[in-house]
């Protein structure tokens, strides 16, 4: 009697399977690594709009905020996605120990007075970086897992909530947030009103956490392709001479011209320049192919944010935008006249 048990016996077998189901979990992950981005974005995108919507003479910035189309932010979010999927575990892994040094570095050697500003355009230059630690986080914690694929369209699910919320708050606050704020009748825009302030904060402590967790599976997944200690030696020691060389190259940078889109661009040729002729010696070759992906993902994301980086060059750009409002508008508020007490 002719039976269909046998034939997901054979399906493990076919590599044609393996090798599609290794793109799925790979789409998945980048997936989950845009939209990890695309939060942080939006998060960021509704700090500065609330900072510019509370400062009379920032009219300007706040048009252009508001201007920005939501069929750009969906293509740059596949864009993003795409280049996580393609760009491997191990040059993803190498960005983001790299850029874990460097903002380690950055934060130690901050200005007290600068601290506020220098620390936003570190948000903003850690897109890309984050989507890469959160795609390595998953392919470590999933990696062995018996519903792996299952365990990532859940932690997608997830992801997409996530994505989903941001952008709606977002697309309200540059809508209505100066009308409701004003007339103080929505509960989200009178919160962004007296702690909008805390949301680099917030931010903060959350990057934090990704990107520890981005670095032990980096080093993990790194690890793995090692079959001894000598091995692993001889590709540990040029990296850290190659990350170190790097972050005093760009600590000088910084110190010498002023922070700007060329700059920046520079700074990623010259990053991903450093990692190219290392990965020509202890790299593989499908590597410098990730690496070149690498390099489109990160001016992908440069482009993506644009506006907001311009709006880090304004030195005057409040650090608190909304936590002295209330007591202004407190201060300024008519008062009623006083009764006079009988003689």
């Not at 200005?111 to 620390?119: F, M």
């Not at 018996?146 to 859940?154: E, V, W």
């Not at 704020?181 to 680099?200: D, I, M, T, W």
Request: hydrophobic share 50%; aromatic share 8%.
């Amino acid at each position: 009697m002719f039976s269909l048990l046998p034939l997901p016996s054979w399906l493990p077998g076919l590599p044609s399977l393996e090798w599609g189901c290794s793109l799925l979990d790979g789409l998945l992950q980048g997936l989950v690594g845009a939209f990890g981005v695309s939060v942080l974005n939006s998060l960021l995108k509704v700090y500065f709009f609330v900072g510019c919507a509370n400062d009379p003479k920032r009219r300007t910035e706040t048009e252009r905020l508001r201007a920005q189309w939501a069929l750009l932010e969906t293509v740059h979010l596949a864009g993003l996605a795409l280049f996580l999927t393609i760009v491997g575990v191990r040059v993803a892994a190498l960005v983001v120990l790299e850029f874990s040094l460097r903002a380690v570095s950055t934060l130690l050697s901050l200005r007290k007075d600068s601290r506020g500003l220098e620390t936003l355009q570190l948000y903003l230059l850690s897109q890309y970086a984050l989507g890469c630690g959160l795609s390595c986080g998953l392919s470590f914690l999933q990696e062995g897992a018996p519903h792996r694929t299952l365990s990532l369209l859940l932690s997608l699910a997830l992801a997409a909530l996530l994505r989903a919320g941001a952008s709606r708050l977002c697309h309200h606050v540059c809508r209505l947030y100066e009308l409701h704020s004003s007339q103080r009748y929505c509960g989200v825009c009178l919160g962004l009103l007296a702690g909008a302030y805390r949301l680099p904060g917030l931010l903060g402590r959350a990057l934090a956490v990704a990107f520890a967790v981005g670095n032990l599976a980096a080093v993990a997944l790194i690890n793995q392709d090692f079959l001894s200690t000598s091995e692993a030696v001889r590709f540990w020691t040029p990296l850290t001479i190659c990350y170190t060389l790097l972050v005093i190259y760009m600590q000088e940078e910084q110190r010498q011209q002023r922070f700007s889109m060329q700059s920046q661009v520079q700074t990623v040729l010259v990053r991903m320049g450093g990692l190219f002729v290392l990965l020509l010696t202890v790299g593989r070759w499908l590597d410098l192919l990730g690496l070149l992906v690498s390099l489109l993902g990160e001016l992908w994301c440069l482009a993506g944010v644009r506006t907001l980086l311009d709006l880090c060059q304004i030195q005057d750009f409040p650090s608190q935008p909304a936590a002295s409002v209330p007591s202004q508008t407190l201060q300024s508020a008519p008062t009623e006249p006083q009764k006079a007490a009988p003689s």
